[in-house]
């Protein structure tokens, strides 16, 4: 019909080229919508977000286009003018389309894995691009999704070429003139769509945050528009006005000695139970240790019976939290004490954060001990480790045993490994034991298949117990198994009587938590961060089954008060084990906006892009409280969570290793 007015044939491929890429735009989004909806939402409750999506989109399609325009405003260079503009023009259009589809894949392995649209937090592995295109190479059948993907860029050249072809087909013979106007009008409209509002301020992020629903903001808003405008936010970003402002409630929660001094310093001396006997330690981060996966969490595929065993025989902490979803993030948790709460960018990966004072420095007289079966540059964990005094690193190169995957040795390799070195220790040692194997690519290694045994489970009962795949099920079964085999192997050595062993996930994994744990933690995604933390010496420590909530950052301060030595603690974690410790708690953040607090009875929750403030009961006790009561408890939970947020962002730029 635009023929009729004798449109030029430039602008009328435009638009049909506009047609075709918000057909491309909205079939993703419908996509993602069916594969991802949560319960209880439909379609007619997402349509406003959908529309909502249609502008974002034209941005990005008008960006795409614009340049045709621009560029076609000189004749020679029409995509009509020769049949070489038309080659380079499809060939650019297939190019950005290639880009485009790269985002989709990726924007939709992010949703299926955090649960979150693309954002700029996936720079964090893109600087590590060897391990993470290794990682991707032996999980995924990356030579069929590259196949696929190039078949269906191809495919969309083809149907450009048509498009081309059919206005040729349409306009030829009606003499159809050059005339800029045209041109300068359709490059306004692309202008308008770009700026995609009527007022002054253009289209931003944080407008699909006006659905107050997190699902719904991230179906509006499509992964490009979500990862540029993110990119900007990969800066720390603290104010010290606030965090001094919320020091008196910082102060009075964490039971600090002066209230007005703003300081986290503290200078504690032995307690009176503490272990004269100068015990080694043993501190083992494990890869994506989920609780409702194993067996102490009641879960009846039994993954875990070993460790199960040890935890009977140990100080087991069932309600322990990681701050964040991020091996990078445990780890600086771990070492530093304060949650890693920059939301797009690891800390470890920023070089203004990762110079951080550790408590590891003041366990004097202890050789210290850093060992992973990889490369300890992935998410930079060596910057970070690199703040512990004289640590002897036995890393990627280091191991006679054979490398299994991009993530190094095997588990039991490196356990065995790490413990025929400690075995020659003749003075108290301190050691970090980091595991990688229980982590896609989900790997038995072949040598160990006589010993231990797959099993086989089915989908049905793999999905109702939590497991996404046989493989990642058999993989969680065989670091038990590893864990088996270092402490089996640890004591026939002379240290094992007088060591500390400790066992903490990284973090969690989401997923159907619903056979061992009331529906927040599936609903809400507990599920990320909650992970066993065992301290496990027969000979030193007597077993305790503890229900209290505690965090990832407390593991450090509770190590210290164990050794009979001063130790200087400047962050936020604490000393499980102090019999005047008061108010459980764990806070929780994530890159979806989340910020959150867990208590005995309660997870309080809010997203900081929108108002959206919520109180789950975690236990049954919560049932008990009055409606006076709750709305108090949350309040004081919101306060707390607020001021919780505000110092551990300026204490990650303010915790220096001097």
Not at 237 to 252: C, G, H, S, Y
Not at 491 to 506: L, M
Request: aromatic share 16%; proline share 5%; with cysteine.
């Amino acid at each position: 019909m635009l023929s009729r007015f004798k449109i030029p044939k430039t602008i009328l491929w435009v638009t049909n080229l506009l047609v075709i890429f918000v057909i491309i735009f909205s079939i993703f989004r419908l996509v993602t919508f069916i594969a991802f909806k949560p319960t209880g939402i439909s379609f007619g409750g997402v349509l406003p977000a959908f529309l909502m999506g249609i502008q974002y989109d034209l941005r990005w399609i008008a960006l795409v286009l614009l340049p045709i325009i621009l560029i076609s405003m000189v004749p020679q260079f029409s995509p009509f003018f020769s049949a070489r503009n038309k080659k380079w023009w499809t060939w650019y259009l297939a190019v950005v389309t290639f880009i485009v589809f790269i985002f989709f894949a990726a924007d939709f392995g992010s949703f299926s894995y955090n649960g979150v649209r693309l954002d700029a937090g996936a720079m964090n592995f893109a600087e590590d691009p060897g391990i993470s295109l290794k990682m991707m190479w032996q999980t995924y059948p990356m030579v069929l999704m590259v196949t696929g993907l190039v078949v269906a860029v191809i495919l969309f050249r083809w149907m450009y070429h048509r498009s081309h072809w059919q206005v040729i087909n349409r306009t030829d013979g009606l003499k159809i003139p050059y005339r800029r106007k045209y041109f300068i009008i359709t490059a306004l409209i692309l202008g308008f769509f770009i700026h995609s509002s009527f007022s002054l301020e253009p289209l931003s992020r944080n407008d699909s945050f006006k659905f107050k629903h997190s699902f719904k903001s991230y179906l509006a808003i499509n992964p490009l528009q979500n990862f540029f405008s993110t990119l900007k936010l990969r800066k720390p970003v603290f104010n010290e006005q606030k965090a001094r402002e919320v020091f008196p409630l910082m102060a009075r929660w964490m039971q600090l000695p002066d209230n007005n001094s703003f300081s986290y310093r503290r200078e504690v001396a032995p307690r009176s139970n503490s272990l004269e006997s100068r015990p080694n330690i043993i501190l083992v981060q494990c890869e994506s240790f989920s609780m409702y996966k194993s067996s102490m969490s009641g879960n009846l595929l039994n993954t875990t019976p070993y460790f199960d065993a040890l935890c009977k025989n140990g100080i087991f902490f069932e309600r322990c939290f990681t701050p964040h979803f991020s091996t990078a993030r445990g780890l600086f948790a771990i070492l530093s004490g304060i949650p890693d709460a920059q939301l797009f960018k690891f800390s470890s990966r920023n070089p203004l954060a990762v110079q951080q004072h550790t408590i590891i420095d003041n366990f004097e007289g202890y050789s210290k001990h850093y060992f992973l079966g990889g490369s300890p540059e992935f998410n930079n964990f060596e910057g970070l480790l690199k703040n512990i005094d004289g640590l002897q690193m036995y890393t990627e190169g280091s191991f006679k045993s054979p490398k299994i995957n991009v993530w190094g040795i095997s588990d039991k390799d490196l356990f065995l490994e790490a413990n025929a070195i400690l075995a020659k220790e003749t003075s108290p040692f301190f050691a970090f034991i980091q595991t990688s194997g229980n982590h896609r690519p989900y790997m038995v290694p072949l040598q160990d298949t006589v010993d231990f045994k797959n099993v086989f489970v089915t989908d049905e009962e793999l999905l109702r117990y939590g497991f996404e795949s046989l493989e990642e099920f058999n993989a969680f079964r065989y670091f038990d198994y590893c864990i088996k085999k270092f402490i089996e192997a640890a004591k026939t050595e002379t240290y094992f009587h007088n060591t500390i062993f400790v066992f903490v996930g990284d973090h969690g994994l989401a997923g159907n938590a619903s056979a061992v744990y009331p529906a927040v933690w599936t609903e809400q995604r507990l599920t990320d961060e909650h992970v066993p933390l065992l301290f496990y010496a027969p000979q030193l420590l007597p077993p305790q089954k503890r229900s209290e909530v505690v965090s990832q950052i407390d593991i450090l301060p509770t190590i210290a008060g164990m050794l009979h030595q001063p130790y200087i603690n400047t962050t936020l974690g604490r000393d499980l084990l102090d019999p005047a410790k008061k108010n459980n708690y764990a806070f929780i953040t994530n890159t979806a906006g989340g910020i959150g607090m867990i208590t005995d009875d309660f997870y309080f929750s809010r997203n900081i892009n929108f108002p959206d403030e919520q109180l789950n009961p975690v236990h049954s006790r919560a049932l008990m409280y009055s409606r006076q009561q709750l709305d108090s408890i949350k309040n004081e939970l919101s306060g707390f969570t607020n001021a919780f947020f505000e110092t551990a962002k300026y204490l990650i730029m303010n915790n220096k290793n001097d």
